[in-house]
C-alpha cells in the first residue's frame, strides 16, 4: 500500500502518489477566536483545474484523515462531492443543486459560525444551504480531498 501524498505550491493542491481512493487534507483551522471578522463567516474558493474527482467540506477536531475514507464519511464531516453533485454526512450522499462541477468551475464553501451553516456556491451562484445545526461552539477545518493520482485543484481564496 503506498503512502498517501500531497503536494501543495503556489496554491495547487495535487495528488502525487497513493491509492485510488480519497485522500483529504485539511487546509486552515476556523475558529471564533482568531476571526477577525464582525460577520464570524469563513470561506474558501477552488477552482477545478483537470477532470479531477474533488470534494471540499468542513471537518471538526474529532475528524481523523488517516482513517476516514473522505470527507462526509462520519459524523465529523460534511461534504460537498463535484463529481456527482451530492453532499455527504455521516456517509449519506443526498442530490444537491448540481450534476457535477466541470473543469474551470469555481467551487466555494462558506461556514457562516453564528447560524452554523455551511453554504455552497458555483461560479459565484448558490447552490444553497447545504447543512445547518453544526455547533456554533466548535472549531472547524477546512477540507479537500482529491480521488486520482495527478488530481489537483487550485486555491484561489482562503
Known sequence: MNKEELSFQNHILKKINGNYSHSSTALKKISKKNCDTNENKFSIKILKTKDSSINIG????????????????????WD??????RKYHNGVGIKFGTDRCEINDVISLKYDSKKGEIEIFKNNVSLGIMFNGLDT?????F????????????????
Open 58 to 77: 468542513l471537518t471538526d477536531s474529532n475528524f481523523d484523515y488517516l482513517s476516514s475514507n473522505y470527507i462526509g464519511s462520519n459524523s465529523h464531516s
Open 137 to 141: 461552539s466548535k472549531d472547524y477545518n
Open 143 to 158: 477540507g479537500i480531498g482529491l480521488y486520482d493520482i495527478n488530481d489537483e485543484i487550485q486555491i484561489i481564496q482562503n
Open 80 to 85: 460537498f462531492y463535484c463529481c456527482n453533485g
